[in-house]
């Protein structure tokens, strides 16, 4: 399913990058993650995503795509719109 929403999203724009990449830094307070003394916080502070694209395409259009594949993203949608998240124990 995804690789069928990659395709919409170059057909719609009607370009083809050649070497798409992407890299995600992500800022997190490990401190509070790994229990240790200071800052308590648990979670990221950052997430940031560059992508490095290869493409005839004009750049106002690259940047459309990335705008759009930003608004179909589900882990972008989850981060910015909290979602409710379960944990449960199930035992034998």
Sequence with gaps: MAESKSR??????KYKPSGPAAKAAIVAYL???LGLPG???IGYEQIR???KVKSDAPKEKLEELIDLAQKRSP???S??????????????
């Design 49 to 51: 995503v560059t992508f």
């Design 79 to 92: 981060v910015m719109n909290p979602v409710p998240v379960s944990i449960s124990l199930e035992t034998k």
């Design 8 to 13: 919409s999203l170059y057909k719609l724009l």
């Design 75 to 77: 882990a972008a949608n």
């Design 31 to 33: 401190r509070g993650m």
């Design 39 to 41: 800052r308590t916080e």
